[in-house]
């Protein structure tokens, strides 16, 4: 019932910057979280940035770098990228959880790659 859809990802030389957008639509009745997650071929997963009403936690390798933030009015939720380095080459996933009782919904993915 929820469809997510990104955009914002592209090719970038290292210490460059990109700005990743997450467009939630759908039966969006509450939102517990909002995130980031990307996934290097041959790696997990991985949680890069998560959004919620007590704050937002980042992976340790991203802190300091990457910004998540949130416009509620709008369902949207943002990743700001600077600094970037080649491991930060994934593919880029927004995802959304309604509820606690609920499991996660995901994007599409972006191709984000770092490269000189």
């Known amino acids: 019932q929820v469809q997510l859809v990104e955009s914002g990802g592209g090719l970038v030389r290292p210490g460059g910057s990109l700005r990743l957008s997450c467009v939630a639509s759908g039966s969006i009745f509450s939102i517990a979280s909002m995130g980031w997650y990307r996934q290097a071929p041959g790696k997990e997963r991985e949680l890069v940035a998560v959004i919620t009403n007590g704050g937002s936690t980042y992976v340790d390798s991203v802190k300091g770098r990457f910004t998540i933030s949130r416009d509620n009015a709008k369902n949207t939720v943002h990743l700001q990228m600077n600094s970037l380095k080649p491991e930060d080459t994934a593919v880029y996933y927004c995802?959304?959880?309604?509820?606690?009782?609920?499991?996660?919904?995901w994007g599409q993915g972006t191709q984000v790659t770092v490269s000189s």
């Open positions: 995802k959304l959880r309604r509820s606690i009782y609920e499991g996660n919904y």
